[in-house]
């Protein structure tokens, strides 16, 4: 008797359940790809400037293998990584005051790819010049260093940030990259295995807070007891991506309004969100993605001058420290982002109305991808450089309620 088998899938099973697929236009970021190409567009933090050196290093960005180093006259190089002469890599190269030979047969590239020398030969090349190793451009800003991959003719001024800018005299800019999560200054965390899009979409999912920050977690010491307060949550367009509004009426009868930004491409700024201390938020976050299935953190932190990072605080565990139990009991951004996936399966998710900020940043971020495809230049890309300073909304602002004035 031949075996019959439903196709009724209301009871919930999971067997026969349709083939599952990530939204492959969002999410992948090599060349030639939708996103890929709109990602090319901007500039993208790829190292911090102080712990970039003469010794060649390996980078990856937007699924492209590179080569990344200082020469001797403190010019930053990025260039592809395979010799143009027989192919060895520049990882083993020798970087002087010029650029960097290759360990082979001794070709030296410049900062810019420009073949400089053939020491093999006669009077060091005559035909040098007819060379070029791919190279992209490099600026450096906040103490990042940043690359732009795009094509050359679109390319952008590097923007600045309003809250970064005008430093008083007891300040400076704390350029970071780690990925956070509590790692440490001993354990960073540099990448996270996970597609970008479902890192950077946490900024416009403010209800994942009071949950698996308060309510699951439980993590005190992390997070102010505010956050335990489901807010009333108002999203918006702006004129760089998406912001959200968080309104929570305080305890003592007055209000919070926190705001938290996300723009274009990977950018994002959130307020303080230990003590909430009142006013903008002083820094900027930048989610690079290293391939489809990595992404790692870039920050720029405007802090006192004698500011040297996040230090432990009594007997808190970091992150790298938990055991495999204690992540199953803590679980935080990193458990619940890395959890979706190496990319997360868009064709099972069940969108609720809590949902309007990742609806919001998705739907922008497809039109913009759109854009790119027609030609067009998408939103935050400047080539006036008049035009370069981006203002940020984000911040913690208090209210205080009529009954309590």
């Known amino acids: 008797m031949q075996q019959r088998f439903s196709t009724d899938y209301t009871e919930g099973r999971a067997y026969g359940r349709p083939g599952q697929s990530h939204d492959a236009q969002l999410c992948e970021v090599g060349p030639g790809t939708p996103c890929g190409e709109f990602m090319r567009r901007y500039w993208h ?28 006259r403190g010019r930053p190089g990025l260039l592809h990584p395979r010799c143009a002469h027989r192919g060895t890599t520049l990882y083993y190269g020798k970087v002087d005051e010029h650029g960097i030979r290759c360990c082979y047969h001794g070709w030296q590239f410049d900062v810019e790819g420009r073949c400089i020398d053939q020491p093999c030969e006669p009077q060091g ?34 923007p600045r940030w309003d809250i970064l800018e005008n430093l008083g005299p007891g300040e400076k800019i704390f350029p970071n990259s780690t990925s956070g999560f509590k790692a440490g200054p001993d354990h960073p965390l540099e990448v996270l295995p996970c597609n970008w899009l479902q ?20 993590r005190g010491e992390l997070f102010a007891p505010t956050f335990a307060i489901m807010p009333d949550v108002t999203f ?38 230990g003590s909430l201390s009142p ?17 790692c953190h870039f920050s720029a932190l ?64 497809r039109e913009q991808i759109e854009i790119v495809q027609n030609g067009g230049d998408p939103i935050g ?13 984000a911040g913690n602002f208090y209210q205080q309620s009529p009954a309590t004035a």
């Not at 190279?135 to 952008?156: I, K, N």
């Not at 006013?279 to 992404?295: C, E, L, Q």
């Open 302 to 365: 405007r802090v006192p001058k004698d500011y040297e990072g996040r230090k432990r605080i009594g007997e808190e565990t970091l992150w790298a420290e938990m055991t495999e139990e204690e992540h199953q009991s803590f679980p935080m951004d990193y458990e619940a982002q890395v959890g979706q996936g190496p990319i997360t399966l868009t064709s099972e998710e069940n969108l609720a109305t809590s949902d309007k900020g990742i609806a919001m940043l998705r739907r922008r971020l």
């Open 45 to 72: 933090p790829v190292w911090v400037s102080s712990k970039l050196g003469m010794r060649p290093q390996n980078l990856r960005i937007l699924g492209e293998d590179l080569i990344i180093f200082r020469d001797g």
């Open 125 to 158: 090349g005559l035909h040098k010049n007819n060379v070029r190793q791919p190279w992209y451009p490099l600026q450096e800003l906040y103490g990042l260093v940043f690359a732009y991959l795009g094509p050359p003719d679109r390319q952008p001024v590097l």
């Open 236 to 273: 918006e367009y702006t004129e760089l991506g998406v912001l959200y509004r968080a309104h929570r009426k305080l305890e003592d009868g007055n209000v919070l309004d926190r705001i938290s930004v996300g723009m274009y491409p990977n950018v994002q700024s959130v307020p303080d969100g």
């Open 381 to 393: 890309v400047t080539f006036d450089p008049s035009k370069s300073v981006c203002k940020v909304e």
């Open 199 to 218: 890192d950077f979409e946490n900024i416009m999912d403010p209800f994942h807070v009071p949950i698996l920050h308060v309510s699951h977690s439980g």
């Open 279 to 295: 006013g903008r938020s002083n820094h900027m976050i930048w989610r690079v993605p290293i391939d489809d299935t990595h992404v």
